[in-house]
């Protein structure tokens, strides 16, 4: 299926590991903070402000445990709402991938406003 993956983008930052699963950040509401413009490595926990849309031998029941456990792991939610929220994470995640071709990098932008995220790209040029 088609998902996202951590990015390593030299003009952005990035504490996860290159080619991780990635999803979105829980924003924490602190102005500074970087959560609202960065995806996190499901494996490392950490930020990146890129992702990258990948075709991996995953379903969609694979998505959803590792999202559950990588929300299980920060400690916030209980095993039964990490589970809930796990659907939920594999829902979104599936469901952006779709809509871009493999390979674009893609830079995450959460909206308040809307509660949702936005995603910035660079449509490869031809050289
Ligand atoms: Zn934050």
Redesign the pocket.
Known sequence: MRLLIIHDDPEGFCGAVAGELAMP?M??G?SE????RAHLGMASHAFSSAVEVAEREFTKHDLVLAAASCLQESGLWSADAARILGHRVADVMAEVAARYPVGLVLRPRYDPAKDCWWYHYELPVRE
């Not at 903070?33 to 609202?36: I, K, N």
């Open positions: 950040s924003i924490c602190v903070c970087v959560c609202t």
